[in-house]
């Protein structure tokens, strides 16, 4: 689970060009909701065996957010990795803070994964995530059935839908085509508070602070431009019928068309 700027809220950045997550609202990514969605169901269909769904984030204070919704919807428990060394991490350093804490959890039989977070957008933990625990990926699944250690999933292209299967142990990653993400109940909301939170450090889970952060990231910000305001627009008038003359060459003289 990845905990994020609001898109709706007044999004900044920090002096270091490292996105603002703690003075600005945040929540739980609206993608990473439907791998907690396909999380459940997974372990609805599977009622007669004794399974735990564990969210796992990691980021700062305010992150914790993000997995207290997991819990409202029906995660059984769990798990953020917060450290002060962890700010500016690129993809690289992120994926190798979460596989280090499976690892400290105990390696699952599935590690399931949105499609992306609302904010970075690259689509690529999973698969890095993936390679680190040394599991075979399904990813970016639009339909996901599971029968007994078996995973199918339907990913869709440009060109076509492929169907891609594999056996568990995997790491899987879904779209927002998966499946509708459930709202927490107010018994669920309720629930959540009595379930199981850990809070983790970089030492809990054998990470050297050299590894992770802005320092070490392969990507960087290098310059940030405030969006210009919003001007007023152009209002084309059809009094005496050039309305449409007008309104062409208005397009034209803008490129498009």
Excluded: C
């Amino acid at each position: 689970m990845k905990y994020v700027p609001d898109a709706t809220g007044d999004r900044k950045f920090e002096a270091d060009n490292t996105v603002d997550r703690v003075g600005v609202d945040g929540l739980l990514s609206e993608l990473d909701e439907y791998a907690v969605e396909q999380a459940l169901q997974i372990k609805e269909k599977r009622a007669d065996e004794e399974i735990t769904v564990t969210a796992l984030t990691v980021g700062p204070a305010e992150a914790e957010a993000a997995v207290r919704k997991a819990l409202q919807m029906g995660a059984d428990k769990a798990v953020h990795v917060q450290d002060d060394a962890i700010a500016g991490s690129d993809a690289v350093a992120t994926s190798l803070v979460l596989a280090k804490a499976i690892e400290k959890i105990g390696v699952p039989e599935l590690v399931v994964g949105g499609l992306a977070s609302t904010d970075g957008g690259l689509s690529v933990v999973p698969a890095m995530l993936a390679e680190r625990l040394g599991l075979p990926q399904v990813t970016l699944a639009a339909v996901v059935e599971t029968q007994g250690d078996q995973v199918r999933i339907k990913r869709d292209g440009d060109t076509a839908t492929e169907v891609v299967g594999g056996t568990l142990p995997l790491v899987l990653s879904v779209t927002d085509q998966s499946g509708e993400a459930r709202y927490p109940s107010f018994k669920g909301i309720m629930a959540a508070k009595k379930k199981p939170l850990e809070s983790l450090t970089l030492a809990d889970i054998g990470v050297d602070a050299s590894e992770v952060g802005l320092d070490a990231a392969w990507t960087k910000v290098d310059n940030v431009t405030a969006r210009p305001a919003r001007t007023a627009g152009e209002i084309v008038k059809d009094e005496d019928g050039s309305g449409a003359t007008a309104l062409v060459e208005f397009l034209a003289s803008k490129k498009f068309i």
